[in-house]
């Protein structure tokens, strides 16, 4: 094995570059061919230097270290290492990585004319004591001067290591040099010289910062548009000028003074670039530049606002009506220390209320996750417990909650809830009756909960929960409505822009949005942060200046100050370095600011953080270790450090978990990873995670699918994220098995037609419950195409959903011409011709070609005979009732409607359901017994809910309007038919929304609201 110099991963022998960092590793030495001891920096056969990437052996690069101009006195200059940083111990020649920088190019205007006619000596006497000075410029603001170019310069300001102020310190060494060199021109000109100037170009971006080069020679340097830029603009810019982009301009904003110059046509570029010219006098140290927002800080300055949750939650037990709200604000505003602060003043009044708390968690991508968060929290479940244990301890757990709860099984529920949350498959088992069951359990369990004592759900970070368990979440605030329960759930706006309508409309549902921290309340902050009031004021004021009031900026920089050791308290009190606290100025953005504090930590660390980023927000010691990284004593050091925080429950048994304590932290670490290096890790990542996902697989399979994917394994991706996508269906979960579904058919092998199809299928059935009828019909032309390269079978089937699909839609032609040309292809197969069958007598009932409908219903029951094929004899069973029905053939519909409920009740078959039941309340409405129609119309509405069958749910808002309207209940009919309208534009069933119109402008008249009846339109596709 290999090991490397660099990061101390072991590869195999002969390998060329490290597996572990991507360092290049030498295997023999290129002066006597003799092999070279692992690690080592010179040959020990001929003492030869080995020469590599990052060998501080290798030839450096050029630059006023070791060039004429850092020894040759100049005047107004500082003389010293050209990375000249007191704060800084020298650090380690680093290894490639991505890092935001900003880059100045500068260049002594007119020099290669001077060449004419000054003698070369002389010249370089003249450059020599120009590059003097904007060298020790760059040395004064913390720059790192990369390379000298003759009558110029290249630096950088934040690589090798980074400022909390990268893009200032380079406006200000730029006006340095810039008038440093004038004065020096001038001198020079009284002299008898040349007048030199210098032009300045700057540019802030995202670039490749390491060792480039070859075994011979290289240098540290950057790869990336960014320095191409700054290159351009400094050629743009005038004589004795400063030009910066946009980037940069927004770095600096409001702490220079600047003016437009441009746009400008630069080479290279398609687009005119905008660009800045630096107008007035250098920046202040320690001038404010806005920044943005991070997470997760202490609470301060939060009464007001933790009085109104207190009194909403007083309310809400008082009124033994539901209160909620959904605190929302930028990450590190405050959120979950508000929410924290709330339960902590809860459980001391006298209210005594029982508490539930749930987080949802990035990347977990599986159905119903918050609502198991919330029960094996409740029940004391971690991932110790085995599934078939978890199931059943849950199971017990909800069934003594239940006990003695009205209208309910409660073993049954329990069982269910438990199913739900730790699934298993069973053969024969229509998931849409599981998932209404174990949803109605959950509604009754939380109203279990709330009736015993006041209730609060506690629910954190619900912009990372699935949509599932957003809707199970609607549902359990829809069951407690008259119940002593208070629900407060934190969130980013990211939640609003995913689902704009959240909490709109609903009960009691209140949005909180938090405010930026004022000045004192920072101070508060601060003080507590370090544990001391003593803290001196101006420590106190450097830090509200430059946070904004956000908490975790206030957090992270009051923390930097000690790790820099800007801030000490002795036995006398608190010792600040006033100038250095100027000079450490906060980061410009979040990235530069969590660039910094990566840098301040040792090699290893940060090495760990960065391949921890790998597993995403939470991740495991084990498999970091897997990683190359991960060393117990280094996990409880970032720990200490506040970077990391250990989790008391691992959602993988026998792993200790931990999170990053900022996702943007996790996010700036990853930043920072060559791209060439993450495919590497994320297979390592999925490798592990498959390892050690045992019964849980099916919970892991869409991280497991993300890393194969990073990874570059397309093929093994797709088979995760389709077990996922089946998963999410298995729960009734539509949207997040169509997500899946379609991430499998992006990276399905393209020889494999078969099972591109399968993919396709899923997801056409998950949408067509969502009503997603566009992206429907594609996912029918995309599955038509497949099949035509495989068989009639698969022909068939696809004709068979077109059917259905103008069936949906109204289109009845169609759906006829469609189960004909599906009943042609089926050929013998029995259960393609009975589909293809029901389906042609549903088109053909619905064009009322009664006898012709019965005719194909009672051929798709001969040709199913006895099969074990239930639910297609009870599909055509309901089709048959319901032609009867429409004959007026009430005995026979009766007959056929409970004969095919009896069916579906027993395979659990919940979208069948509530069509049975919708057309027996229509039987019921028909016969004049209103009493028993209503609750069937409820009961369909929930099961087509429950289904996530959206038209299903129009149809049965419309049905219980059109009661309402013929009982006299014009305010609920108004309600229900409204809600029936805006399904159906969603679904895109215009002849649906058409009918509910009608029904709706009569509700209006009846109301005495002609006005309003009158500016109704039809759809125009009705």
Not at 29 to 56: D, H, I, K, M
Not at 73 to 79: D, F, K, N, S
Not at 122 to 132: K, P, R, Y
Not at 529 to 539: G, M
Request: hydrophobic fraction near 45%; aromatic fraction near 6%; charged fraction near 25%.
């Amino acid at each position: 094995m290999i090991t490397c110099s660099d990061c101390q991963f072991q590869s195999p022998d002969g390998a060329r570059f490290c597996a572990g960092c991507g360092r290049r590793l030498p295997a023999a030495c290129t002066g006597c061919g003799a092999e070279l001891v692992p690690g080592g920096r010179f040959c020990a056969q001929c003492g030869s230097p080995v020469a590599t990437e990052a060998n501080p052996g290798a030839p450096a690069a050029a630059g006023a270290a070791d060039s004429p101009a850092s020894t040759r006195p100049v005047p107004g200059t500082r003389q010293g290492p050209i990375d000249a940083d007191p704060a800084r111990p020298a650090p380690a020649t680093p290894s490639a990585e991505r890092r935001l920088v900003t880059i100045l190019f500068a260049d002594i205007v007119g020099s290669t004319s001077l060449g004419e006619t000054v003698d070369p000596e002389d010249l370089a006497e003249i450059v020599n004591g120009a590059i003097g000075i904007m060298t020790a410029a760059v040395a004064e603001a913390g720059g790192h001067v990369a390379r000298l170019m003759g009558d110029g310069m290249l630096a950088f300001f934040g690589a090798p290591v980074a400022h909390e102020d990268d893009p200032l310190r380079a406006i200000r060494a730029a006006i340095r040099l810039r008038d440093g060199v004038a004065a020096y021109g001038r001198t020079s000109a009284e002299q008898g010289g040349p007048a030199v100037q210098v032009r300045v170009g700057i540019n802030s971006g995202l670039v490749l910062a390491g060792q480039i080069g070859s075994d011979v020679f290289s240098e540290y340097t950057t790869t990336g548009d960014a320095a191409n830029l700054a290159a351009r603009l400094e050629g743009a810019a005038p004589p004795g000028e400063i030009v910066i982009s946009q980037d940069t301009a927004r770095l600096v904003r409001g702490a220079v003074s600047l003016e437009p110059f441009g746009p400008l046509t630069l080479k290279g570029k398609a687009e005119p670039v905008p660009a800045f010219r630096v107008t007035g006098p250098a920046p202040a140290i320690g001038v404010s530049v806005r920044g943005t927002h991070g997470v997760d800080t202490p609470l301060v300055g939060r009464a007001g606002e933790l009085a109104r949750l207190i009194s909403s939650f007083e309310d809400a037990v008082e009124s033994r009506s539901l209160g909620w709200i959904t605190l929302t604000g930028d990450a590190g505003v405050g959120k979950s220390r508000l929410l924290d602060a709330f339960l902590r003043d809860a459980a001391g009044s006298d209210l005594l209320p029982d508490q539930a708390r749930a987080r949802c968690v990035e990347q977990i991508d599986d159905a119903y996750e918050l609502v198991r968060s919330l029960l094996t929290v409740r029940y004391g479940i971690d991932a110790e417990t085995g599934t078939d244990a978890a199931r059943e301890r849950l199971a017990a757990g909800v069934a003594a909650d239940l006990a003695g709860a009205p209208r309910i099984d409660a073993a049954r529920a329990a069982r269910d809830l438990a199913r739900l949350v730790f699934p298993e498959a069973r053969a024969g088992e229509d998931p849409r009756g599981l998932a209404e069951r174990a949803l109605a359990a959950l509604a009754a369990l939380v109203t279990a909960w709330a009736a015993r004592r006041p209730l609060v759900l506690a629910l954190e970070d619900l912009h990372w929960a699935d949509d599932s368990s957003l809707d199970a979440l609607a549902r359990m605030a829809e069951a407690l409505a008259e119940s002593p329960a208070f629900i407060l759930a934190n969130a980013r706006p990211g939640l609003f822009a995913r689902r704009p309508l959240w909490g709109e409309g609903e009960r009691g549902h209140v949005r909180l949005d938090l405010r930026p921290l004022t000045p004192a309340a920072v101070g508060r902050l601060v003080r507590a942060i370090l544990e001391d009031e003593s803290v001196p004021e101006d420590v106190v004021r450097f830090v509200a200046e430059r946070s904004e009031g956000n908490a975790f900026y206030v957090e992270e920089l009051t923390r930097m100050l000690q790790d820099r050791g800007m801030l000490e308290r002795g036995e006398s009190g608190w010792r600040v370095d006033l100038a250095r606290v100027e000079e450490g100025r906060v980061p410009t953005t979040l990235q530069g600011m969590l660039q910094a504090r990566l840098d301040a930590l040792p090699p290893s660390a940060r090495e760990a953080l960065q391949r921890a980023s790998i597993l995403g927000r939470n991740f495991w010691a084990g498999a970091l270790a897997a990683l190359g990284s991960g060393e117990a004593s280094l996990l409880e050091a970032l720990r200490e450090q506040g970077l990391v925080l250990a989790r008391e429950r691992s959602s993988i048994a026998g792993e200790r978990e931990y999170v990053f304590k900022h996702a943007l932290l996790r996010d700036a670490a990853y930043g920072s990873l060559l791209k060439r290096q993450r495919p590497v890790l994320h297979a390592l990542a999925a490798d592990w995670l498959i390892d050690h996902a045992g019964e849980r697989y099916a919970e892991l399979a869409a991280q497991i699918a993300r890393h194969a994917e990073l990874a570059g394994r397309a093929a093994e991706a797709a088979r995760h994220y389709r077990a996922a996508a089946e998963r999410a269906r298995a729960t009734y979960a539509n949207a997040d098995a169509v997500a899946q579904y379609r991430k499998a058919c992006e990276l399905w092998p393209a020889e494999d037609e078969a099972g591109r199809f399968a993919c396709i299928q899923g997801g056409e059935l998950a949408l067509d419950m969502l009503g997603q009828r566009e992206e429907q019909r594609e996912s029918l032309d995309k599955m038509g195409a497949v099949a035509e390269q495989l068989d009639d079978a698969a022909r068939s089937y696809v004709h068979y959903r077109r059917s259905w699909l103008a069936l949906r839609t109204g289109d009845d032609q169609g759906a006829e011409t469609e189960a004909r040309r599906a009943l042609t292809l089926a050929n013998e197969a029995v259960k393609a011709g009975a589909d293809a069958r029901i389906n042609l007598g549903n088109a053909l009932r619905r064009q009322k070609r009664f006898d012709e409908a019965m005719e194909q219903f009672e051929a798709a029951l001969d040709l199913l005979g006895d099969t074990a094929d239930e639910r297609s004899i009870a599909t055509a069973l309901l089709g048959l009732a319901t032609t009867a029905e429409s004959a007026k053939d009430f005995e026979t519909a009766r007959q056929g409607f409970e004969r095919a409920l009896a069916i579906f009740e027993r395979l659990d078959d919940v979208y069948n359901q509530a069509a049975t039941v919708t057309n027996l309340a229509i039987f019921n409405a028909m016969q004049g017994q209103l009493d028993e129609a209503a609750p069937r119309f409820e009961a369909a509405l929930q099961l087509y809910r429950a289904a996530g069958d959206r038209a299903g749910e129009g149809k049965a808002l419309h049905n219980l309007g059109f009661l309402d309207m013929e009982t006299g209940d014009y305010a609920s009919a108004e309600s229900h038919l409204r809600q029936a309208r805006a399904i159906y534009q969603a679904v895109s069933q215009s002849q649906g929304e058409a009918d509910v119109i009608r029904d709706l402008r009569e509700v209006l008249r009846r109301s005495g609201r002609e006005a309003e009846a009158q500016a109704l339109t039809l759809p125009e596709r009705a």
